[in-house]
């Protein structure tokens, strides 16, 4: 199983003051944090994609060109694209540049984002949301499996394309393109069919409740006649690791705090160490605590899932720069080992 880190690049702010830290500051500790990564011997790293100010990164591709020109080894990529307001061939332009400056380490992972601030940004109407979606991934799709010669495309959401040819090629032979799932059956469904590896992001609840899904993917999957051995499934949870389970403490108030931020424009009640706590626990959706305790959750969910790819988002609320660096170094040097051997048996 692969093992891996993410980030949505949230802005820091000044627990005292609340006053919002610069984004420069973030980008240049995110790179930090992604080098270090590499150097663990993690296996990816995904950099979300917002258009909000408690985010600071607007285009992955962008952030992820920068991590290619100081990592060797780690997969890079998005989590997620939000494909329904982008350029289709843009955005498989980019991730094919993207791929020749990492020397073939770039992934696309497509979605519908958790937020609509780029639909009114970029022109399009909510109205068409799903149609969208289903029109520019099936485009992607169309300019991943035309590399080498001329896509013609009737487009309903999109442009049309007549003898048009995509540069640059990849480096890979295709662009490994994901699909993101929060729980929806259709998207499950539509990944299956199209044979397309998938991630269940699993940010609250109990993710026991999503293994009838994660089954459904890989019933539907072989009856549409895919290879199982190249079938791929990725849980993304929030991940914290500290040395000790006080690291809870440490973490909640910048967590709290961004959960607050968040929910104060969706009408969420405020969130509270009672629901941290709880979800933190073995059974809960939050990897928050020492590395055995995030070693035997990433075990349980294994056995529950049977997944390839495990990823921890690992800055939500943008806590200390070097409590992040410890939580990554802990991941790589005391979680990810003991995880690997432990599936080696």
């Known amino acids: 199983m692969e093992l891996g880190i993410s980030m949505f690049g949230d802005i820091q702010y000044?627990?005292?003051t609340g006053q919002k830290l610069p984004a420069q500051k973030r980008f240049q500790e995110?790179?930090?944090?992604?080098?270090?990564?590499?150097?663990?011997?993690?296996d990816y790293f995904g950099m979300g994609e917002h258009h909000r100010e408690d985010y600071a990164v607007t285009s992955p591709q962008m952030f992820l060109a920068a991590a290619a020109s100081i990592t060797k080894n780690i997969k890079l990529g998005s989590a997620v694209s939000v494909i329904s307001?982008?350029?289709a061939v843009r955005l498989y332009e980019d991730f094919a540049t993207l791929d020749n400056l990492s020397n073939?380490?770039?992934?696309?992972m497509a979605g519908r984002g958790s937020f609509i601030e780029s639909f009114p940004l970029f022109g399009y109407n909510l109205d068409d949301y799903d149609n969208l979606f289903e029109d520019k991934l099936m485009l992607l799709l169309e300019l991943n499996n035309?590399?080498?010669g001329k896509i013609n495309w009737n487009g309903r959401y999109t442009q049309n394309l007549v003898d048009q040819e995509i540069f640059p090629k990849p480096v890979q032979q295709q662009l490994p393109i994901w699909i993101a799932v929060g729980g929806t059956t259709s998207s499950v469904r539509r990944a299956a069919r199209l044979g397309l590896p998938i991630t269940y992001a699993i940010i609250g609840g109990l993710p026991i409740n999503f293994k009838p899904i994660v089954d459904l993917y890989k019933t539907e999957y072989l009856a549409a006649g895919?290879?199982?051995?190249k079938m791929q499934v990725c849980i993304n949870s929030h991940v914290f690791v500290g040395e000790s389970a006080a690291i809870r403490d440490t973490y909640y108030p910048y967590y709290s705090s961004q959960m607050d931020r968040i929910g104060k424009g969706r009408g969420w009640a405020p969130f509270t160490k009672e629901i941290f706590e709880n979800t933190a626990r073995p059974e809960g959706a939050y990897f928050m605590g020492d590395p055995n305790e995030v070693i035997d959750k990433i075990l349980m969910q294994h056995e529950w899932f049977g997944n390839t790819r495990f990823v921890g988002q690992m800055d939500v609320g943008a806590p200390d720069h070097h409590l992040i660096m410890k939580s990554i170094e802990l991941f790589g040097d005391k979680v990810a080992p003991a995880v690997r051997k432990a599936l080696k048996k």
């Open 146 to 148: 035309t590399i080498n």
């Open 226 to 229: 895919h290879d199982e051995s």
């Open 85 to 87: 307001s982008s350029d």
């Open 104 to 108: 073939g380490r770039a992934e696309l």
């Open 14 to 16: 000044d627990l005292q």
């Open 30 to 42: 995110m790179l930090e944090q992604v080098k270090l990564a590499d150097q663990v011997g993690l």
